[in-house]
């Protein structure tokens, strides 16, 4: 597999930490019609990410006990499953992260080392509630079998839209729009609040809602993930679908919205 260029950031993927990616596998493949791409060992996890007919990547990542898993054991202890961290793809790794410091944000966990993989992370305290890693990838991406408890696909399906609820709009649109070129296409009226719709160039949306009452502890870059949004043509979800997908994601801590 050939690694696409990128010209502009983009919303590669959502990250979903689990301690058992079976119950992923089963969702967001066997349910929802999403297909192997690749994944690989890292310290402290494993990763693999499942690709659907439009939007971004899910990502399941789970710790593989060792000292490197700290970060991640910590983070299934103090909340359980559910959504890590949003991954932007960038072309320039050093114009984003100028980007980001101009908004007054620290990147942390900076390593620049490699050259094919360049990555930092924003902090949930400065990304308005959620790990945003940014990276700059080249050359072919890691090659590994799919899972052997990964099902066949489900009905193709659409990755729609990530929802993300903030406490600034404004400052989030600043960060996401303005530093990770996300393209403001809609503001509708959610009924829970104002909120902004974010396009990039590979079909990913994502709809920022400003929280009412603010969510998180108050502060100003305070959040929390929303909906995972995904769509089916021609094929309504059955009752045993809807039955399975509610199960499914109560074991994995998302809230999925389906549509068809």
Same mark, same amino acid.
């Given at each position: ?28 493949g066997?349910?929802?019609g ?10 402290g ?49 050093a ?31 400065? !990304?308005?509630?959620? %790990?945003? @890693?940014?990276?700059?990838? &080249? $050359?072919?991406p890691p /090659? #590994?079998?799919p ?33 990770? !070129?996300?393209?403001? %296409?809609? @503001?509708?009226?959610?009924? &829970? $609040?104002?909120?902004? /719709? #974010? ?6 949306r ?45 074991? #994995? ?8």
């Amino acid at each position: 597999m050939e690694r696409v260029l990128v010209t502009s950031p983009m919303l590669d993927h959502v990250a979903i930490g689990t301690g058992k990616v079976s119950d992923g596998w089963q969702l967001f493949g066997g349910v929802l019609g999403g297909a192997w791409v690749y994944g690989g060992d890292s310290p402290g996890f494993w990763w693999g990410q499942l690709g659907f007919a439009a939007g971004p990547k899910i990502e399941l990542i789970t710790p593989t006990s060792s000292p490197d898993s700290a970060f991640l054991e910590r983070f299934l202890t103090a909340r359980g499953p559910g959504p890590h961290h949003l991954n932007f793809i960038v072309p320039d790794i050093a114009a984003t992260l100028h980007g980001v410091s101009a908004l007054g944000i620290e990147p942390v966990g900076v390593d620049l080392g490699s050259e094919n993989w360049k990555e930092a992370f924003l902090h949930p305290r400065d !990304a308005y509630g959620i %790990v945003i @890693q940014v990276a700059q990838q &080249s $050359g072919r991406p890691p /090659e #590994l079998a799919p899972p052997s408890d990964l099902p066949s696909p489900g009905p193709s399906c659409a990755f729609a839209m990530v929802e993300h609820h903030v406490n600034d709009l404004a400052g989030a649109l600043r960060l996401f729009s303005g530093v990770l !070129a996300g393209v403001v %296409v809609s @503001q509708p009226d959610t009924g &829970s $609040g104002p909120a902004a /719709e #974010l396009r990039w160039e590979n079909g990913a949306r994502l709809r920022l809602v400003q929280a009412s009452p603010p969510a998180g502890r108050g502060d100003a870059r305070s959040g929390a993930p929303g909906s995972l949004f995904f769509a089916r043509d021609g094929q309504p979800f059955g009752a045993a679908e809807l039955s399975r997908v509610a199960a499914l994601s109560a074991r #994995l801590g998302v809230s999925l919205k389906l549509s068809s």
